[in-house]
């Protein structure tokens, strides 16, 4: 007597089998979610969001923001000017870095 109906342990295959398909199927979007947003905060500033210029000063590279003058260093970038044997270096690479924010011509607001 044969019967077209699936025995108990065949639906119970089937529903782990598709719910771990499901579950695969889920992981792989957020993953594309989490490396879509990364990508989307790639060289943008953290203050407002517009993109950042990278210039390179006494051979430190530095990430600007033309639009608020935020400035950033990697961390093996400030690691390289804390251990330069050079004095000042660091007080020398943000004074040319402001310099080139303000542009030429420009003066200082306020005293700062």
Same mark, same amino acid.
């Given at each position: 007597?044969s019967?077209?109906?699936? /025995? ?5 295959y ?8 499901? $579950?695969k ?7 594309? /979610?989490?490396?879509?947003? $990364? ?10 969001g ?29 690691e390289?000017?804390?251990?330069e044997e ?5 007080? =020398?690479v ?13 003066? =200082?607001?306020?005293? =700062?």
């Amino acid at each position: 007597m044969s019967t077209d109906k699936p /025995s108990r342990n065949e639906d119970e295959y089937f529903a782990q089998q598709n719910a771990e398909l499901l $579950r695969k199927q889920r992981d792989q979007a957020d993953q594309a /979610s989490r490396e879509a947003e $990364r990508k989307s905060h790639y060289m943008k500033c953290p203050k407002d969001g517009y993109d950042l210029s990278s210039s390179e000063y006494h051979g430190v590279q530095i990430e600007t923001c033309p639009h608020c003058g935020g400035m950033w260093l990697d961390a093996g970038e400030l690691e390289v000017v804390s251990h330069e044997e050079r004095p000042a270096l660091l007080t =020398r690479v943000l004074s040319d870095a402001f310099s080139s924010l303000r542009g030429p011509g420009k003066k =200082r607001e306020g005293g =700062r």
